[in-house]
């Protein structure tokens, strides 16, 4: 099986396991995934990520042009701006999981990092997460906002919309996505009953050894 062929495949495969385990609905979300002459496989607009076909998926060139397969996501723009500023990355994943969105909107996260360090694993995998502003569906505005941070953090949470993951490769940004929602969802449920976390020498440590 050939690079494209494979990776089609596992996009669809992707998808529909986090579409099955009700981490996003409907149409919403989107994935993107980078092949080895730079090109974009990018899941198509309008589409269930429960419901993908490999043959429609659309690949892009190196300047989002559309080469091949249905158009894509209109969020193509927050995907191109990762792949631009992080240069290891090999996938990009957004959902609008539902206790990230509930996370994005309360009035006393920091910004700055909007997950509480609970687990060893959401800073492993994830470092920092920033929150952004809210942004049309679609707005280039938010390829923007990812170009300024400069490469900074590969995960931001959009405000009142979702999260975005950026990764080296598919399954990273998978696996990267679904512990900042399951972190979300146990800053969620432990708010207000003030649970231990991690300290600053253990987060120090985990920085030192992860990365």
Do not use: W
Not at 120 to 139: A, E, N
């Amino acid at each position: 099986m050939s690079e494209e062929a494979h990776l089609r495949e596992q996009i669809c495969r992707l998808a529909k396991s986090m579409f099955d385990r009700g981490l996003t609905c409907g149409s919403s979300g989107n994935i993107s995934a980078r092949l080895s002459d730079g090109s974009l496989l990018v899941t198509p607009t309008g589409q269930s990520m429960g419901f993908l076909d490999p043959a429609r998926i659309s690949r892009l060139d190196t300047q989002m042009r559309l080469l091949s397969g249905d158009a894509p996501t209109k969020e193509t723009p927050l995907h191109a701006a990762f792949y631009e500023t992080r240069t290891g990355a090999g996938a990009v994943v957004h959902l609008h999981s539902t206790h990230s969105v509930a996370l994005s909107m309360l009035p006393d996260i920091d910004p700055d990092n909007v997950l509480p360090p609970l687990t060893p694993y959401s800073i492993m995998k994830l470092g920092k997460v920033k929150l952004l502003p809210v942004f049309m569906p679609g707005d280039p505005a938010m390829g923007e906002a990812i170009r300024g941070l400069a490469g900074q953090r590969s995960a931001v949470l959009l405000a009142n919309h979702g999260p975005v993951v950026a990764a080296s490769d598919l399954e990273a940004a998978v696996f990267a996505m679904e512990e900042l929602e399951e972190t979300a969802k146990l800053a969620l449920l432990t708010r207000g009953l003030d649970p231990q976390l991690l300290d600053p020498e253990m987060i120090a440590a985990l920085l030192a050894r992860f990365g």
